[in-house]
């Protein structure tokens, strides 16, 4: 159950404006009866909840008094607090992120071949947005048939905006699909594909009847290929990413060719 304390007051705070909620204007010490907060720290919580501005004091009394605000005006201030303090501490986190962002882009790549696969439809589309956001160079991406078990809007929504963010950090994108295709993409897809992709100069998308397979090239060393159900191949089983910088460009040998005949679309 929701209380103070996930606002960020403490125990003896959130005893002690509750009670003044239930007794108004109150001396300290009686509302250190009521709460049941020590006399001892009784003042240090009011001068605390005054700081909050969730308390206010008369100071002209004799013993002073105080008074709590309003609950939904204590309610706004203390969600205005803890907005202000998460977004400070969002900006912590960036220049931390930033920081080590520098750090491990300076180590040095390894050459090594190295593969992994992801199995399902959930996790085939995680993996295909994780290695997007990985491009420094390119990205091509070839695809022949719709896969009927991935959600083409959400993960078409996903990919066009990892194309996005490629774009704008200086990665060039090529989309070669079979023309079939295009007519079976989501109307949100196209709708983003008009006013996201097609007017930047390093995207470009060409069709071709020649199209047999579904992958990804990322830069020059990795190959992500979705793997067909066995038992039939309109569905997908998984992808397989390869890291391997002598496979992906024969990947590349081969996919020029037909770019170069594919037909330039335009929607």
Known sequence: MANLRDLGLSEYESRTYR?????GPTT????????????GRIYDVLNGLETRDLVRSQTASRPKKYVAVEPGTALDRLLESKQQELEEQMAQYEEIVAE?????????????????????????GDLLVERLAAADERIVLVASTPTPQLDLDELGERIVEEFRRAL?????VQLLMRPELVETLPRSVGRDYRNVLQSHAD??????????????????????IEVPHPLDAERAFGMLDLKDREFAAGI????????????????
């Open 100 to 124: 080590l962002d520098d750090v491990l882009d300076a180590a040095e790549p390894v050459d090594e071949p190295f593969w992994t696969a992801a199995v399902g439809a959930e996790e085939t």
């Open 168 to 172: 704008d950090r200086g990665v060039a």
């Open 28 to 39: 300290a010490k009686e509302l250190s009866r009521v709460s049941d907060v020590p006399m």
């Open 19 to 23: 009670s003044l909620l239930e007794t």
């Open 203 to 224: 995207f470009e998308t060409r069709t071709s009847e020649k199209i047999t397979g579904t992958f990804e090239l990322i830069d020059r060393d990795e190959v992500c």
């Open 252 to 267: 590349h040998e081969a996919f020029q060719p037909r770019w170069d005949e594919a037909t330039a679309l335009e929607l």
